[in-house]
């Protein structure tokens, strides 16, 4: 196969991981969402269990997490990207859209959980780290989005050094980050103060694991390609020894503490595996799904609140299958993501690519 075919349906498949990543997520805060209200769902209280058992959120993000070290450490392997030029684009890929969701998502949640937003909030939630400045995030799922600006912080300094390229030292910072979970699992003391921090190492590895995958994807030499599978191989297992690690407690001590987590966590590992390759001619809506993902992400709280607020003023539509609900929440969000990745995202990410391309000529 070409390389350039390779490209096109290897980012194809991506793409479609994408769509079903943000999916999983949208379906999973919908349930919880629609069926906690007592006066709006009445049936289908067993597609919430089944979602918060394996947590459909969880495997989500987890396929997010790591494409995106799959897809980022190539930002960096020309002269055409260099670091500032990776940190321009990155800038309006992330901030114009998040900005916008930031906004609207402050007007939307204001009524019903957020009476406490003031102009410290607001400002640190910009920045896109509040927990930074010990301030809430205004959407609970910004948390994720911190996680991905250390990654980028990570990739740029590894870059920086001349490391970027080094399967070894990537594995290496894997078992760094293990041990910081592993410290944070065994000595509570040493606990962080905030949940998603007491997880970011092994969110940090999901990543670390996708440039692995990367690098071993496309190495073209037989012997380099080798050694770069077995990397690859060692870093997979390893991050499958903690979600086995759990599993085996809970079948073996009737410990359920992170259950959930752990079998979402090697769903959501098998699933980029195996779509890699699988998904290499997914159903274009699927890929376009994909596209407007980052929209999908960031809106749908939006959507399934302001659906909420109008149910509650409808009794006739009180009542019904969790299905129905669902589906009004995904063709607005969907809907509204298609809008937002039109006239925010796409615009954005063209005036990042030109001043990039600028600011390296």
Known sequence: ???????????????????????????????QVFLQSKKIAATGQGMLDFTQTIDLGRIGITIFFIISGFVI????NTKERELKSFVIKRFFR???????????????????GAKHLN??????????????????????????????LLFYI?????????ALRKSSIILGLTLICYVALVVF?????????????????????LMLLGVSMRYAFDEREDGARLSRRRIAGMHLLLLMAIP?????????????????????YLIGISIFVIGLKALRSAPSFLVYLGTISYSIYLLHPIVFTLVRKAVLQVPALYGLHISFYLLLCTVGTIALSALTYKFIEAPANKIGKRIAKKSVS
């Open 73 to 76: 450490c190539k930002s960096f």
């Open 185 to 205: 699992m065994f000595v509570p003391t040493t606990q962080p103060s905030l949940p998603h921090w007491m997880a970011t190492p092994y969110h940090l590895s």
């Open 94 to 112: 992330l901030y114009p859209l998040f900005w916008f969701s930031l906004i609207v998502g402050a007007f939307v949640l204001w009524p019903i």
């Open 119 to 148: 102009a410290n909030i607001l400002a640190s939630n910009a920045t896109m780290i509040p927990a930074f400045f010990g301030q809430p995030f205004v959407i609970g799922l910004f948390w994720t989005l911190e996680t991905e």
């Open 244 to 264: 086995f690690y759990i599993i085996a407690s809970y079948l073996l001590r009737g410990t359920e503490a992170n259950l959930p987590d752990a079998i979402a």
């Open 1 to 31: 196969m070409k390389a350039n075919t390779r490209s096109k349906t290897r980012f194809k498949s991506i793409d479609a991981m994408r769509g079903i990543a943000a999916l999983l997520v949208l379906i999973l805060h919908v349930s």
């Open 154 to 162: 990570l990739m740029s300094v590894l870059y920086f050094f001349g």
